[in-house]
């Protein structure tokens, strides 16, 4: 079954709902709470790219506003991650269609560090692969992140997720080579 069928309409449902967490597409109204985050250099130095600015995360929020589709390569639900208990938005996840073809779709996460240690990203991120394996239909799941990146290893392994590769001096990051760890977990293997 391809994920074009398992989701005929194009579309994908959200929002999501968590125990503590609502994954939502973003509002202009959240551009604020998501410049905050990514605008912090600690944050975007795993992104290989600079810290986005102000217009930059409005644009893209903008963009998103409607959602996207869910059929053709490339295809990217980027979606809020807030409270369920409070307003505003404590960080991002995204997933991306790689593969139509392939079923294969890369995850990522981005949080503001004043809501780290709390458990949200892997709570979030496992929203999110049980959409991608459930609504999408998605064979495989992966993450790539730079090794450095040791708090986002360690969400990849409580999903459960196998490294299935280390990439050394992959990529260049201004001055600095970067390194990558890809992350990888099947339908078949999901436990959630």
């Known amino acids: 079954m391809t994920a074009v069928s398992r989701n005929t309409a194009g579309r994908v449902a959200v929002p999501v709902a ?28 795993y992104l290989y790219r600079p810290p986005l600015t102000r217009e930059g995360c409005a644009e893209s929020i903008a963009a998103r506003a409607e959602g996207t589709g869910w059929r053709a390569d490339g295809d990217t639900l980027l979606l809020a991650v807030c409270r369920a208990d ?33 458990g949200y ?31 986002s290893a360690r969400v990849c392994e409580r999903l459960g997720m196998r ?3 280390h990439l050394v001096e992959s990529d260049l990051d201004g001055d600095r ?6 992350y990888a977990l099947l339908a078949r293997e999901w436990r959630g």
Do not use: K, M
Request: charged share 25%.
């Open 18 to 45: 968590t125990d503590r967490l609502v994954l939502r597409l973003f509002t202009p109204a959240d551009a604020e709470d998501r410049y905050a985050y990514q605008c912090l250099p600690e944050v975007a130095r």
């Open 86 to 118: 409070e307003p505003g938005v404590v960080g991002e996840v995204v997933l991306t269609l790689t593969s139509a073809h392939a079923r294969q779709a890369e995850i990522g996460w981005v949080f503001d560090p004043r809501h780290a240690g709390r």
């Open 121 to 151: 990203a892997t709570e979030a991120a496992a929203a999110l692969v049980a959409l991608a394996f459930g609504q999408l239909g998605v064979h495989r799941v992966f993450a790539r992140l730079d090794a450095l990146n040791t708090a």
């Open 163 to 165: 490294r299935e590769a």
């Open 177 to 182: 080579w970067g390194s990558e760890y890809v």
